[in-house]
């Protein structure tokens, strides 16, 4: 830990150096962000490891604005103080030579960070090991092997991240935060003579301790061999069941539509209608760094705004856009603490969490008569951001369900629809949760059973 208090006081004195060194040269306004972080990776395939890697870095964002609104901003990976200062003077002259943004107002002032009793940085990441990483994996392997016979491959990564950050500006803004967390993904393929299947699973968490990599491993292998032997059904409009992790990709695009960048481009589907009703009653969607329910708590965005409590969504009803300062002052408002850590003027919510229910997953699959059941979603992509309207395929599990039981699996399938409807026609809300690393940030969700979702075809 003392390396780490050093490289603490680095990044904090560095960024300090930055920000005066700009100003004495001729910024108005300027703000810089460091990063150290320390990312380990055990890939297996086939059911074995084939890479173990891990890489440290320090990484610093700066951004210099001129009184006439010229602005300039630089990334750079260094621990080196002069080269950064020379990136320094770069943004200067990039600033000089760009065209005035009218639309910039200023840089945030300083405010008050909320404290947390909730754990952000846990030491044991630190002191893992490549053969604790080859040990997790072994137990993901072997417990996916003995979840059926079946089972050909184990495939899939365990990550671990540590993260110190530092954010300044010249308006007195002067914070710093530590994080840890792991996430495990596992994808394993099951085989018989006549047929094959993949099976999905996936956990993320602050501390690696507390990931099951047992339970992790059994979840993906079983679902692949209950995958095995599927069938083609007719493309229509069916009732589904969505996993968590299917649910989560619904809300990344939920999230999009959240950004103030979107609104501005005039691409939202959520565009005059705050305080409007436009999902189910029975769902909400909050920002919350600090809920039990979001992994890591992050505790200010990439411009040292703190992160506050933000309802997105209350009982269907539309409530806010997230903002960084840029979009905020074009608005006159004030940033909602959702600026990305390594983009200019691109806000996104970090701790979102749909909000559980209380009904178990056996529950949604009773009360579904003619549906299928998704486990996940991939080559997910907005086909008319104006009308929320996205496609995605089915993957790693898709299941027929008939008059309330599980029937069969099925080939994968792929649906065009707005998600607006799709979650109008809410019909059971679960009180599982599961949640996934997006864009720097997390996302909880929890199975749901919805009464329409319109499927266009097969795909395998």
């Known amino acids: ?26 910024a108005w306004q300027a703000d810089v962000r460091i990063e150290y972080g320390e990312n380990y990776l055990t890939r297996f395939a086939n059911s074995q490891i084939h890479q173990n890697v891990g890489e440290t870095y320090t990484k610093a964002f700066l951004r210099v604005f001129l009184r006439d609104k010229r602005f300039g901003c630089v990334t750079i990976i260094s621990r080196d103080i002069d080269e950064i200062l020379k990136a320094a003077d770069q943004a200067l002259k990039i600033a000089k030579a760009s065209k005035p943004d009218p639309f910039f107002k200023s840089l945030p002032e300083p405010d008050r960070i909320l404290p947390t009793d909730r754990k952000m940085f846990f030491e044991e990441m630190i002191r893992l090991t490549p053969f604790d990483r080859a040990e997790i994996a072994g137990k993901v392997i072997d417990a996916a092997h003995e979840a059926d016979k079946h089972v050909s491959a184990v495939n899939g990564a365990l990550s671990t991240v540590l993260r110190l950050q530092a954010v300044a500006n010249s308006l007195g803004v002067n914070i710093f935060q530590a994080y840890s967390f792991a996430s495990l993904n596992v994808l394993v393929t099951a085989k018989n003579m006549q047929s094959e299947a993949e099976g999905f699973a996936y956990r993320v968490s602050g501390n690696l301790k507390e990931i099951n990599a047992e339970e992790v491993g059994f979840e993906a292998g079983e679902r692949a061999s209950s995958g095995l032997d599927a069938k083609k059904i007719e493309p229509g409009d069916y009732e589904v069941v969505f996993l968590p992790y ?53 505790l200010f965005d990439g411009e040292g705004v703190p992160k506050k409590r933000l309802v997105l969504f209350d009982h269907g009803v539309f409530k806010n856009f997230v903002y960084d300062s840029y979009y905020a002052g074009k608005e006159g408002k004030k940033s909602t603490g959702h600026a990305s850590f390594w983009r200019h003027a691109s806000p996104f919510p970090s701790n979102l969490v749909f909000e559980p229910g209380n009904s178990k997953l056996d529950d949604l699959i009773e009360d579904t008569k003619n549906g299928i059941l998704v486990s996940r979603l991939h080559y997910s992509n907005t086909v008319d951001p104006r009308r929320g309207i996205i ?70």
């Open 1 to 26: 830990m003392k390396e780490l208090d050093e490289i603490k006081s680095w990044i904090i004195d560095t960024a300090q150096t930055v920000i005066k060194h700009v100003i004495e040269n001729g």
């Open 246 to 298: 299917a649910t989560a990709t619904l809300m990344f695009h939920l999230a999009i539509d959240t950004s103030a960048r979107s609104k501005d481009l005039g691409v939202s589907s959520l565009i005059n209608k705050e305080n409007k009703k436009v999902l189910h009653e029975d769902i909400s969607v909050i920002d919350d760094p600090r809920s039990e329910k979001t992994p890591v708590p992050l």
């Open 391 to 460: 496609t995605a395929m089915t993957r790693a599990g898709t299941f027929k369900i008939e008059n309330g039981e599980l029937k069969y699996s099925i080939k994968n399938m792929r649906f065009t629809d707005s998600y607006h409807r799709i979650l109008n026609s809410l019909s059971i809300l679960g009180k599982d949760l599961r949640s996934m690393v997006v864009r720097r940030g997390f996302i909880t969700a929890p199975s749901i059973k919805v009464n329409s979702v319109k499927f266009v075809g097969t795909t395998g």
